[in-house]
């Protein structure tokens, strides 16, 4: 199942991710830091989504109340919902 995001407050315009029930298949990061995102895809694909949720919610990009991480947390619980 593949689920499309609309980020608030960070660089990245939309995030897409892909679940094989709860294991993240795949994250796709678009108009972000290509660097960072595609290492947060690779570190996160295999993983179950639950877990992800657990441990990137709440990170923060300097003074920022967010950053493309806890944005993917939400995002994969927007995913988990929609199934």
Sequence with gaps: ????????????????????GETIKKVTFIGACSGNTSGISKLVEGRNAKEVIKTLRGTRCGSSQTSCPDQLSWALEGALNAE
């Design 1 to 20: 199942m593949e689920f499309n995001y609309k980020p608030k407050g960070v660089c990245a315009r939309l995030i897409t991710v892909e679940l094989d």
